[in-house]
């Protein structure tokens, strides 16, 4: 079940982040709108509406909650980079996936969203400088975040939940 839930490992950093990573972190941003888009390539509704693992949301649902977590995440940069350790507000994913929009929307608003949402993000990334990438946020739950920090946890978060669908697709002979 743990591969099912986390099918590239958790997102784990320790030392410092090199300007190599960070590189490497952002073309991983700027890449997801086309790997999500492959990812769920040709499915149909029937697909679309499987869970990816027992209890786990459906392949619409991952899509959804991808472009919400972005979305959240470019905001909280934009907080980061011009205020004083802002604290930021947390959301219910799980609530939010669970809305009219996360489960029955049509896919392509949230794909159209994510590529726009990441050229523009990705724009802001490469722009920052070396002191910027130091800024924080206050998240709730977790307490002080890096940019830097949380750019590796958003290149591993758009790489887990497209993992999620092509494990699913592999799984199924899809």
Do not use: C
Request: no cysteine; aromatic share 8%; charged share 25%.
């Amino acid at each position: 079940m743990e591969t099912l839930r986390f099918p590239i490992g958790r997102f784990e950093w320790n030392g410092d982040i090199t300007p190599e990573q960070r590189q490497l972190w952002i073309e991983d941003i700027e890449r997801l709108p086309t790997q999500l888009r492959e990812a769920v390539s040709g499915l149909s509704e029937e697909q679309l509406n499987e869970s990816y693992r027992p209890g786990g949301w459906t392949v619409r649902q991952v899509v959804h909650h991808v472009a919400d977590s972005h979305m959240n995440s470019l905001i909280r940069f934009k907080l980061a980079l011009t205020e004083q350790q802002p604290t930021i507000k947390p959301y219910d994913e799980g609530a939010w996936a669970e809305l009219t929009d996360s489960r029955e929307a049509p896919i392509e608003t949230s794909l159209v969203l994510l590529d726009q949402l990441h050229e523009r993000w990705g724009h802001l990334l490469r722009a920052l400088n070396p002191e910027q990438w130091e800024r924080v946020f206050i998240h709730p739950d977790s307490g002080v975040v890096r940019l830097d920090v949380n750019l590796g946890i958003y290149s591993w978060h758009g790489r887990h939940h497209t993992a999620h669908i092509t494990q699913l697709r592999r799984r199924n002979g899809w």
